[in-house]
């Protein structure tokens, strides 16, 4: 971290580094005496990692940036949680821009607490139960996986359909959420990502296509039907 805290000196002057910490449990001591803003927490540090901190500093408010190396399970339960992370090495771009979404969120008072978010899910083995943040237009949503029907692409944005009968426009692409939404979600189309607890029927064709419970009909593109038939077996 001794990298990070060169580069935040020379690139990021708007921040005052006020104390650094060599393992999680030093990490979390640290953070309740200082109570900062903003912290850069490394996934895996001695002694712990990041989300044992965030358990001991569940009830203090403070933003994240998450620095990681490629971890798929790490990867998705930030980016469930719209998480902030740099992944290693640190690329001066994504700093500069990290920490700029972060600066621009506390100057407008957009509190949300994704750490909380993040240790629930953390602790929560069933992933349907487990929640995920929409980011919409008008700030964010949070919704529990189990809470989704389908999802639909939208250009730049994804529509997510949920079990209330309302609609949600994220500011996502439909691929983001193809990478981060585990089992029972399955992409069928370029422009489709289904729940597999909301199927109600499947219908042959070159594709074929499903009713849904919501009333809807979804279009399976024959690249995705294989695929599909084997989350039924």
């Keep these: 971290m001794a990298a990070l805290q060169n580069y935040l000196g020379k690139f990021c002057p708007q921040l005052e580094v006020i104390g650094t910490a060599q393992n999680s449990k030093e990490a ?24 044992d901190v965030l358990e001991g500093c569940q009830h203090l408010q403070f933003e994240t940036i998450f620095v990681t190396a490629f971890s798929e399970y790490s990867l998705r339960a930030l980016n469930q949680s719209a998480a902030y992370y740099l992944l290693k090495p640190v690329s001066i771009e994504e700093l500069i821009l990290a920490v700029n979404k ?10 949300l607490n994704r ?46 359909f949920l079990v209330n009968g309302s609609k949600k ?38 594709g074929g296509y499903i009713d849904m419970s919501d ?15 084997k989350s039924f077996r």
């Excluded at 972060?102 to 509190?111: A, E, N, P, R, S």
């Excluded at 929640?131 to 692409?153: A, H, S």
């Excluded at 009333?215 to 038939?229: D, I, R, W």
């Design 115 to 160: 750490n909380r978010i993040i240790m629930e899910n953390v602790r929560e083995s069933n992933p349907s139960l487990q929640q995920i943040i929409l980011p919409t237009l008008d700030g964010f949503d949070v919704v529990k996986m189990n809470e989704i029907v389908r999802l639909k692409g939208n250009g730049n944005f994804t529509d997510v």
């Design 28 to 51: 979390i001591g640290l953070l309740h005496e200082l109570q900062p803003q903003l912290v850069f927490l490394d996934v895996e540090m001695p002694f712990g990692n990041a989300f």
């Design 169 to 206: 426009m994220v500011c996502r692409f439909l691929k983001h959420f193809s990478e981060i939404l585990p089992a029972p979600f399955v992409r069928v189309h370029k422009s489709h990502i289904i729940n597999l607890h909301y199927v109600q029927s499947y219908h042959k064709g070159s």
């Design 102 to 111: 972060v600066q621009k969120h506390l100057q407008q008072k957009h509190w």
């Design 215 to 229: 009333g809807s009909t979804v279009e399976v593109s024959p690249a995705y039907k294989e695929s599909l038939l």
